[in-house]
């Protein structure tokens, strides 16, 4: 059964731009509230030519709610994971797996998860430690300036769980270790605990 408000959010998640109005409701505060928050710059809208009416692109107002931890309450802004892993089918299995609560993004060599941070901009990492170019312990060093910038953890995985030592994985910055083959129940735990 739908309520009016969830019928709401999902006519409104589909648009591409909002009303001060709509934010209001979507983020819970006056319109005043969100008037003032474009005025300040704080969130980036525009004004109707010929009018004084204001609109902020949905794209923009994600960005601003997550930049600010306004709480999400209509549910636009999705929780992001970046997978890196050089395993294609474990990749798929994946994104299959997490696709239905998180927005989800692969990479299969360290070069590609860097190249996709900045584009990408997860709020997870899910790191396998050994790739074909580069160590994950390696790469977890490499990204400790976004992982702390962005508040976002990373979670490392390996097929050999035995010859990793734990303390090393903690050294470089890494938040977790889990074990392949991954329990998929396990996994969504992990996450969900790290992303709050």
């Given at each position: 059964m739908y309520t009016m408000y969830s019928l709401y959010v999902r006519h409104m998640d589909r648009q591409p731009s909002y009303t001060t109005g709509d934010v209001a409701r979507l983020c819970q505060v006056t319109k005043r509230t969100v008037?003032?928050?474009?005025?300040?710059?704080?969130?980036?809208?525009?004004?109707?030519?010929?009018?004084?009416?204001?609109?902020?692109?949905?794209?923009?107002?994600?960005?601003?709610?997550?930049?600010?931890?306004?709480?999400?309450?209509?549910?636009?802004?999705?929780?992001r994971i970046l997978i890196v892993d050089d395993d294609r089918d474990l990749l798929e299995l994946l994104q299959d797996a997490l696709r239905d609560q998180y927005d989800v993004d692969v990479a299969s060599s360290a070069l590609e998860a860097a190249s996709r941070l900045p584009v990408f901009q997860p709020d997870v990492i899910l790191l396998d430690i050994r790739l074909p170019d580069l160590s994950g312990l390696e790469v977890c060093r490499h990204f400790q300036s976004y992982k702390n910038e962005r508040n976002a953890p990373i979670l490392t995985m390996s097929a050999f769980g035995g010859e990793i030592d734990p303390a090393e994985v903690r050294r470089s910055g890494a938040d977790a270790f889990l074990p392949k083959p991954l329990k998929m129940s396990e996994l969504k735990k992990r996450i969900e605990m790290m992303v709050g």
């Open positions: 008037i003032k928050w474009i005025d300040s710059g704080k969130l980036q809208g525009y004004t109707i030519p010929g009018s004084s009416h204001r609109r902020v692109s949905a794209d923009n107002l994600r960005l601003f709610l997550r930049a600010h931890r306004v709480p999400d309450y209509a549910g636009l802004v999705r929780r």
